[in-house]
């Protein structure tokens, strides 16, 4: 086990006396994270007692712009001055302006947003709508997707994570990603939608197989079925694009967005949908009546952010610098073959693959100690995920790979608690 760190001592008691002991022990013991998170800035996180770490969670895609990023941090302060989260139920001229460019920026015909707080809320819309839309009770899911916590997203979440709380929301029905027959078998009359990650994050950053995602669509479009991309995490420029499916030229009828649309600062999430979808909104105006949805401020924080994800100059800097993490990691690959098994990447939704969890872990833990913070897929713990701010610089970036050796070759040679170098 890491020993805590002394300055951060007093956080981890507190955590422990006031949220969960067993929340501290999950981060020191299991994690092999013995610190508490401090003022962080761009692409690093600094803990309480000044070190400083290259982040490569980026909490999942909160920080694609970066820790603490300025603009956001005055189009924040303007915000407060001037407006407040607003009443949900009245009409905004803010969440409409926002409204408007989130439909201008999303691909075909995704032109109307149901605004929520987080990831989860928007999954929730999304499948509500699903349901509304068609009368139908069925959303396919699949197998090692990551939606959510509550209702239709802890249904579509593996069994471990759903058997506490089980019965979960019914009509959900897990299939392999990747696997069209497997939907096929199963899609029928009361199908409403089917729901996914373009690339499964939690997954250990699965892509779909070639032609996968336009022959959903093609079989929604013969089905009368609505299809949702999740891109809570493969959005918002995280691929390279600022919404993940335009790589592959497929629009789906609903979107959702969250994390990297508040700037790091604000919680504010979307549900984007089409013509179809707004006939039942049209119907049913107050179907999600979200106290904290839409927020003036968040919608302030989300306008400029997705003014920022979506500026061409970031999305090539995301291509380049994915490109070159992709090498480094094809050199680790020839360096320690027996370690790193393979890589996957695409924009900065990247990572390495190791023979097994155990090595997995031996990987994280080396990680953190030569200061990086990353973390290994839920579904897939040989796979170190690598999801660094969108921001980063070139020699963050290189500064990342040299750091990443050094990790690599302790676990390669066993090496429980060499001093830390950062
Ligand atoms: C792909 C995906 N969808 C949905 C969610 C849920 O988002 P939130 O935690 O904001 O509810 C997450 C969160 O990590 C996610 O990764």
């Known amino acids: 086990m890491l020993e805590v760190l002394t300055a951060s001592q007093a956080a981890c008691d507190q955590t422990a006396a006031h949220i969960s002991a067993g929340r501290v022990q999950a981060m020191h013991a299991t994690a092999g994270y013995g610190f508490v998170q401090g003022p962080s800035k761009g692409a690093v996180l600094t803990d309480l007692d000044g070190n400083s770490f290259i982040d490569c969670r980026s909490a999942g895609g909160v920080f694609n712009l970066g820790h603490r990023n300025p603009v956001i941090a005055r189009v924040l302060t303007d915000a407060v001055q001037n407006v407040d989260m607003g009443d949900w139920m009245l009409l905004s001229g803010i969440r409409a302006a926002a409204a408007e460019r989130l439909a201008s920026l999303a691909p075909g015909n995704l032109n109307y947003v149901q605004w929520a707080v987080t990831g989860s809320e928007a999954i929730e819309v999304a499948c509500k709508f699903a349901r509304g839309t068609t009368g139908r009770r069925n959303i396919i899911t699949m197998q090692n997707a990551y939606h959510g916590f509550s209702g239709f997203s802890l249904a579509a979440a593996p069994e471990g994570m759903r058997e506490p709380f089980a019965p979960v929301t019914p009509g959900v029905q897990p299939v392999p990603f990747g696997d069209i027959g497997a939907i096929e078998l199963i899609i029928d009359d009361d199908t409403a939608a089917i729901l996914l990650e373009t690339v499964q994050g939690s997954g250990g950053v699965i892509l779909p197989p070639d032609g996968y995602l336009k022959a959903l669509r093609a079989l929604c479009d013969a089905h009368g079925v609505l299809l949702i991309f999740d891109d809570v995490q493969a959005g918002m420029g995280r691929t390279g694009k600022l919404f993940s499916f335009e790589h592959w030229d497929v629009t ?64 090539d800097h995301v291509a380049k610098m994915g490109a070159r993490l992709s090498a480094g990691y094809q050199e680790l690959q020839s360096q320690f073959p027996s370690l790193v098994t393979g890589s996957r990447q695409i924009g900065l939704f990247t990572g390495l693959d190791t023979p097994d969890a155990e090595t997995g872990k031996a990987l994280r833990h080396a990680a953190v100690r030569h200061g990086l913070v990353a973390f290994t897929a839920p579904y897939r713990p040989q796979f170190l995920q690598i999801w660094p701010p969108l921001v980063i610089t070139e020699a963050e970036v290189d500064e990342l790979l040299l750091r990443l050796g050094h990790a690599v070759r302790d676990a390669a040679d066993g090496i429980q608690d060499p001093t830390t170098e950062y």
Do not use: Q, W
């Not at 649309?261 to 049913?284: H, I, K, Q, T, W």
């Not at 105006?285 to 839409?294: D, E, I, K, N, V």
């Open 252 to 315: 789906p009828d609903m979107a959702v967005v969250a994390k990297a649309m508040g700037g790091g600062y604000y919680p504010v999430s979307a549900c984007v949908c089409n013509d179809r979808v707004l006939a039942f909104v049209n119907e049913r105006p107050l179907a999600h009546p979200s106290t904290f949805s839409g927020s003036e401020i968040g919608c302030l924080v989300a306008m400029k952010s997705l003014e920022l994800l979506a500026a061409p100059a970031l999305l």
